[in-house]
């Protein structure tokens, strides 16, 4: 009795150890978070900036208004530069406008619609050299990308960090699919952990543009499972989002469900807002965090394919942070159909701290402590650097339906064991 005494006692202390370390690793993330919420939209009205009068043959005929970079204050976050190999302050994008361009923000999108070249310039940082983005003909530059580039360059503790937390789930559980579809398993564990007919679910669909949305499909979506209260949110702007009755819904929530698309627009959403915080929290009451493709990769550390410009950059400065439900990890969706093997290799020769999971379209993981549960119809692939890699061999460990896989010890789990 006293021996099965003690080891309750271990076992309650390993697992207040490991929630006490994620709870520190949230509040240090939290407090590290950029404070500032970017509009997802880019800058709210256009603008050109120039060092020179306007030629006389050029159409403003949209009166757009113009900023002259010798007498006239930049827009937020940014620096003039009288020289084009200037620094500008941290934090800042310095901008050397040359009498003969025009630089023009529209939203998002940064261009040069005049002569020859504009120059953008990022500060060097402890970790980054200073950096140079050049605007000329066709170039574009992504108004977020540069701003959220400089803001993250004079983070207290820069990311990603040296070192990371295990991957650990200490309340709630999370389901987290590789795309292509989702079969009868996955959602009944995903209605059932939400607590079911009764459960609050909400549906977060904004990784697609506003236009592609389609409330009453992601809507009908959860309540075919059977769920009585389903809530879909698409709003995007901060002030939208921390309205009452969005709050209200959130702290009542049992589940959430991330869609898929691209993952970058949850980033540019929900950071600097008080949503990912109201995220955990649905965890923390034991709930359920689930999402496929996009929403499988957001709930990771890092954010792969994160870039704007296009799914096919796995690393984009800027946007390399995801809300990391699951710390520790980097996760790549659609993995075999797409053949993103050397994707994923790549991404570990440069960031061998992280475990890289692959997941296979049709395919999930169910994760619970440090314990991920393989669903479906494919594979989940490992890649873990702790382990020697040689040439002749494949650098992932890759496992299918019914595997049980332990992420903080990085190995699979043998069926004896399980039982």
């Known amino acids: 009795m006293l021996r099965r005494t003690a080891v309750s006692v271990a076992l309650c202390t390993v697992i207040a150890l490991s929630t006490l370390q994620l709870t520190r690793v949230r509040a240090e993330r939290e407090a590290t978070t950029a404070p500032e919420h970017l509009s997802p939209y880019g800058l709210a009205k256009p603008v050109l900036i120039v ?32 020289r084009r190999d200037d620094s500008p302050a941290g934090g800042k994008v310095g901008v050397y406008v040359p009498p003969d361009s025009i630089l023009r923000i529209k939203g998002r999108t940064m261009s040069n619609i005049g002569k020859g070249t504009v120059t953008l ?63 009868p398993d996955m959602g009944k564990r995903f209605f059932d952990a939400g607590g079911g007919a009764d459960g609050y679910f909400v549906v977060l669909p904004i990784a697609v543009p506003d236009q592609a949305i389609n409330s009453a499909r992601e809507e009908q979506f959860i309540r075919r499972m059977g769920a009585k209260h389903v809530t879909v949110i698409t709003q995007r702007e901060q ?11 959130l702290k009542q929530a049992t589940a959430i469900w991330f869609g898929g698309g691209r993952q970058w627009n949850f980033v540019d959403a929900y950071e600097g807002t008080k949503l990912p915080a109201l995220f955990r929290d649905v965890l923390n009451r034991g709930g ?53 093997f050397k994707d994923m290799t790549s991404f570990m020769a440069k960031y061998p701290q992280y475990l890289g999971i692959g997941i296979d379209e049709s395919t999930a993981i169910v994760v619970q402590g440090s ?3 393989i669903l479906g119809k494919g594979k989940v692939h490992f890649y873990d650097r702790r382990k020697p ?7 992932y460990e890759a496992y299918p339906a019914g595997t049980k896989y332990d992420l903080a010890k990085r190995q699979k789990i043998e069926k004896a064991a399980q039982k």
């Open 121 to 183: 310039q990022l500060a060097k940082s402890e970790t980054l050299p200073a950096r140079s983005v050049l605007l000329e003909g066709k170039q574009t530059a992504d108004y977020n990308e540069m701003r959220r580039c400089a803001m993250a360059r004079i983070a207290e503790k820069p990311y990603p960090p040296k070192h990371l937390p295990a991957p650990f789930v200490p309340k709630g559980t999370l389901l987290i699919i590789g795309g292509g579809g989702m079969t």
């Open 239 to 249: 002030k939208d989002l921390e309205k009452p009755e969005t709050i209200a819904v």
């Open 288 to 340: 359920v965090i689930g999402g496929s493709s996009a929403g499988a990769t957001i709930q990771g550390d890092y954010l792969i394919r994160g870039a704007p410009a296009g799914p096919n950059i796995m690393m984009c400065e800027g946007y390399e942070r995801a809300l990391g439900f699951l710390p520790g990890v980097a996760i790549d969706q659609h993995f075999s159909a797409r053949k993103r």
């Open 371 to 373: 314990i991920a549960e």
């Open 51 to 82: 060092a020179a009068d306007l030629p006389k043959d050029f159409d403003n005929s949209d009166k757009i208004a113009v900023l002259d970079v010798r007498r006239n204050e930049p827009p937020a976050g940014f620096q003039f530069l009288k």
């Open 389 to 395: 890699v040689t040439d002749s061999e494949k650098d």
